[in-house]
């Protein structure tokens, strides 16, 4: 794990509200990420500035115990047309820790990792933490996914 500084980034796509309980955030995130391939999502979000994904956790109600908002998008230049159906967020500036997924991500590979960030002493932000799909997740059954969560 290393600590990086972030400048905040915008991002359009759409959005679930969920927990991480009784693996419900499993379901609702498979969900999300399904309806994002299959209505093409990414074809329509406005100002695009890279094909890379994120998937951006932010709206926390308390801690990794309480609900949050998932967005599945991309990385714009500006928030001002938000598709209807769709939302927009900014990522928050600070220091993120960087944690890696390795291995197929349409199973175990990103729920194992959080699972890992779960039980480390991190002294978490709760703001704003993203996993990042970049060329290194083309092949999906083999991927690495960066994973960053805000710290203080």
Known sequence: MTTKK??????IGISVRTRNEDQETTR?????????????????I????????????????????????????????????IPLGMV????????????????DVTKTAIPDAWEKIWKTDLNRVYASDFEVYDDRAMDPTNAEVDIFIGVN
């Open 88 to 103: 927009g967020t900014t990522v928050k500036p600070g220091d993120y820790a960087k944690f890696m997924a390795k291995g």
């Open 46 to 81: 406005p100002n695009k500035i890279e094909d890379t994904l994120y998937a951006i956790y932010t709206d926390y109600e308390s801690d990794h115990s309480g609900e949050y908002t998932t967005i599945v998008g991309c990385k714009v230049s500006s928030l001002e047309v």
């Open 6 to 11: 972030i400048e905040d980034f915008h991002v």
């Open 28 to 44: 609702d995130i498979e969900k999300l990420w399904n309806e994002f391939m299959s209505r093409k999502v990414m074809n329509k």
